[in-house]
């Protein structure tokens, strides 16, 4: 919560830099690959070779991809879960797409999940312990990085979380 109301002031000191994304995505992979071992899921990267770098706060980006590799992790089914990490770019950004084969939402609930507090009512939340503040401190990441986030989402087919970033 501090950390959404420092974004959110312009208290938060950011350093952008140039950053590889494919090697920023390998480092947070092998910090989740307990988790991702642990519940059998295929990792699939669809970074093209040669991808420009993002302008990002190295340590903030990964905050975001911690948070949505590991949202992904949580609602893929125990086994024959699937998560695609895919990158795209325009002349002027990068996009970033997280997508799972998971519970998926309902189209009420992404209209919501950014909110602070905000808790999609599904069994593994019913289970899992949350804050509801993780999707909103990645909204507030990537508009102080001047990007935009969404998700798209089908009931019980998977969920892909799509953002944006500057390029340098």
């Known amino acids: 919560l501090l950390d959404i109301a420092r974004i959110e002031s312009g208290r938060l000191e950011m350093k952008f830099e140039p950053v590889a994304?494919?090697?920023?995505?390998d480092s947070v992979l092998d910090l989740l690959a307990p988790q991702i071992k642990a519940k059998f899921i295929t990792v699939e990267r669809n970074i093209p070779q040669g991808l420009s770098p993002a302008m990002a706060d190295?340590?903030?980006?990964?905050?975001?991809?911690?948070?949505?590799?590991?949202?992904?992790?949580?609602f893929v089914p125990q086994e024959g879960g699937t998560i695609k990490i895919s990158c795209y770019e325009s002349p002027e950004l990068v996009e970033v797409d997280i997508a799972d084969n998971g519970l998926g939402l309902k189209t009420e609930d992404t209209t919501r999940i950014f909110e602070e507090f905000y808790r999609v009512d599904n069994l593994i939340n019913q289970k899992v312990k949350g804050s509801g503040l993780g999707l909103p401190l990645v909204k507030n990441i990537i508009t102080a990085h001047k990007g935009k986030i969404w998700v798209e989402s089908k009931l019980n087919q998977g969920s892909t979380f799509c953002f944006t970033l500057q390029k340098p």
């Open 21 to 25: 994304l494919p090697e920023l995505t």
């Open 58 to 74: 190295k340590a903030q980006l990964s905050r975001v991809l911690i948070n949505l590799i590991g949202n992904a992790i949580k």
